[in-house]
């Protein structure tokens, strides 16, 4: 068996080819949208984690973003050294190390969210109305299609 199915043998290079590419393109620019010189795009990505996370370990957010250990202590230290985390031994076990976002952090990352919405919602409205109607129904499933992961 070559671990290829029906479905996807007839659309691999059709829908999910085009959907594939839609969205690769789409994120690459929204991580690009952010007040200039703010933070890269990797810093912005683990600021937004912690954020959804909660408080989290320096190792769960090195897999959550596919980076080695030493790469997420070298992007943590970025941001904490500005002030957008902060680093706290966990409650129930001293010996685990815990990152939360600050104030300071919660507020950045809302500023950048508004101007990733902004500039969606920019993109979005220059679309004729069949392209906005069709984006707004498939937003849903598109949603499921991302909690699948």
Request: hydrophobic share 40%.
């Amino acid at each position: 068996m070559d671990g290829s199915t029906p479905l996807l043998d007839g659309i691999a290079d059709g829908t999910v080819g085009e959907l594939r590419a839609a969205v690769l393109i789409l994120a690459r620019r929204m991580r690009h949208q952010q007040a200039e010189g703010t933070l890269s795009p990797s810093e912005a990505s683990v600021l937004g984690r912690v954020g959804r996370m909660g408080p989290v370990t320096p190792a769960t957010l090195a897999r959550c973003e596919h980076v080695q250990p030493p790469s997420m202590t070298h992007i943590l230290d970025r941001l904490a050294a500005r002030g957008l985390v902060r680093r706290h031994r966990d409650l129930d076990d001293r010996r685990q190390l815990l990152v939360s976002r600050t104030a300071a952090g919660d507020e950045l990352a809302e500023e950048i969210r508004a101007l990733r919405t902004e500039w969606l919602a920019c993109q979005f409205d220059q679309l004729n109305s069949t392209d906005r109607a069709a984006i707004t129904a498939a937003a849903p499933a598109l949603r499921r299609l991302a909690e699948l992961a």
